[in-house]
């Protein structure tokens, strides 16, 4: 079992930056594949990107690509996204979650075991 607690999110201005947190208790965080999705209103959870267990391999999806960053502390047992040049349509709620397969990037919901309870993201134009 793993506990994952979001935190960072908030209100900024197209063009923006935001870096959210999931900091992780309970099992041992490099033994966790992560990664983050975003839901915004009136539409499904989606990918956003991915990290395996040692921070060495990522995958975005195509709308953060250049924009976003994931990474991990293992030794905090964080993970980090890191957004940059933020837009409007990024306003979602941000979730962590985690699988456990951590030498493996997965890319759909239902591959991950253990969510957060999101934190909200919003970006005014």
């Known amino acids: 079992q793993v506990q994952l607690v979001e935190s960072g999110g908030g209100l900024v201005q197209a063009g923006g930056s935001l870096r959210l947190s999931c900091a992780a208790s309970g099992r041992t965080f490099s033994s966790f594949g992560m990664g983050w999705f975003r839901q915004a209103p009136g539409k499904e959870r989606e990918f956003v990107a991915a990290?395996?267990?040692?921070?060495?391999?990522?995958y975005y999806a195509d709308f953060v690509k250049g924009r976003f960053t994931i990474s991990r502390d293992n030794a905090k047992s964080t993970v980090y996204l890191q957004m940059n040049s933020l837009k409007p349509e990024d306003t979602a709620v941000y979730y962590c979650a985690a699988h456990n397969l951590p030498m493996i990037l997965r890319r759909q919901s239902y591959e991950y075991n253990y969510w957060g309870q999101g934190t909200q993201v919003t970006v005014s134009s």
């Open positions: 990290i395996n267990w040692s921070g060495g391999s990522t």
